[in-house]
């Protein structure tokens, strides 16, 4: 059964920092592309970053430059590295795979998976 948990939201001024994680079991985890998704209060999910089982990375154009997808394929962990935070990065946060990453179109397909959510608030 694969899981996969989400940590390290909470509550940061604009302009701060927040790392996520994500921990998965149950998959062999260096084979698949992992991506996060946030879902802002009223509106859909949206991808915001994704990786591949190698390391190559997409980013969202509105979080990029600021936000950076990782990932430690012996810890089985996906990070999520969020810096000038912005009252509108607010949501929850999701870990998803196993996915699969399409390099040469930058598309990403979702897997069957979803973590639990992590909640980023952004407000002084």
């Known amino acids: 059964q694969v899981q996969l948990v989400e940590s390290g939201g909470g509550l940061v001024q604009p302009g701060g920092s927040l790392r996520l994680s994500c921990a998965a079991s149950?998959?062999?985890?260096?084979?698949?592309?992992m991506g996060w998704y946030r879902q802002a209060p009223g509106k859909q999910r949206e991808l915001v970053a994704v990786i591949s089982p190698s390391g190559n990375t997409n980013t969202a154009d509105f979080v990029k430059d600021r936000f950076t997808i990782s990932r430690d394929n012996a810890k089985n962990t996906v990070y999520l590295q969020m810096t000038s935070l912005k009252p509108e990065d607010t949501g929850v946060y999701y870990c998803?795979?196993?996915?699969?990453?399409?390099?040469?179109?930058?598309?990403?397909?979702?897997?069957?998976?979803w973590g639990q959510g992590t909640q980023v608030t952004v407000s002084s």
């Open positions: 998803n795979g196993p996915g699969t990453y399409y390099r040469s179109t930058s598309r990403y397909t979702a897997g069957a998976y």
């Open positions: 149950g998959l062999i985890f260096g084979a698949y592309a």
